[in-house]
């Protein structure tokens, strides 16, 4: 988490008094980057930091993509999905997860990263995101904010309440042809990103 995103949803954690019961995927995280923690944006008692295994910040251990395996459906107010969904292949996969175990009128934060942002695997790195992809993730919510890309083109995000009924996250087909081919694509090299951005050849052949 760099602080640009962590003051974003600071602001919005303010703006819209968001509390109650908080989930936080993929909440492990380096202990001197404690002043970046989303667990300082909410009641400590409430949180609940959730990652794939053990570490500083983590409560649970477990499955993003299987959530309800571990939580009671409509059991968080919000949910936070931050940087993590690049890291998984099946990303669509975890945002159904998080959909389900979100009460209706809760909050869910997303941040991924952008086309600028460079390779951090742990242990996988495979996705680029941009702003008409986030505004995929939060179509049918209430209340859509969006973090926009900086000049780096680092990250991207937004955040939403989840309404009565919504249309559920589309399956992979839907993110990979046609159109968002070009919004999330696998990651090769920070150059390559760029150029697939702009719709220009990559540099390599595979």
């Not at 930091?49 to 983590?58: M, R, T």
Request: with cysteine; hydrophobic share 35%; proline share 5%.
């Amino acid at each position: 988490m760099r602080d640009r995103p962590y003051r974003w949803i600071r602001h919005q954690v303010k703006q819209h008094g968001i509390e109650g019961r908080v989930l936080d995927i993929g909440s492990g995280m380096d202990p001197r980057d404690e002043h970046l923690n989303l667990k300082n944006l909410f009641d400590p008692i409430r949180y609940v930091g959730f990652d794939i295994e053990p570490g500083h910040n983590v409560d649970v251990v477990g499955d993003a993509r299987k959530l309800t395996e571990t939580f009671a459906l409509s059991s968080f107010d919000c949910v936070c999905c931050c940087n993590i969904l690049e890291h998984v292949k099946e990303f669509w996969r975890i945002i159904q997860s998080a959909f389900e175990v979100l009460r209706v009128g809760g909050w869910l934060f997303i941040v991924v990263p952008s086309f600028g942002e460079g390779e951090h695997a742990h242990p996988d790195d495979f996705y680029r995101f941009d702003m008409d992809c986030v505004r995929s993730f939060f179509q049918g919510f209430l209340n859509v904010e969006l973090l926009e890309d900086d000049a780096r083109f680092r990250c991207v995000g937004g955040v939403g309440q989840k309404p009565w009924a919504i249309m559920q996250p589309q399956p992979y087909e839907f993110f990979f042809r046609g159109s968002y081919a070009r919004q999330v694509i696998p990651w090769r090299t920070n150059a390559d990103a760029r150029r697939a951005h702009h719709g220009l050849e990559s540099s390599t052949t595979d």
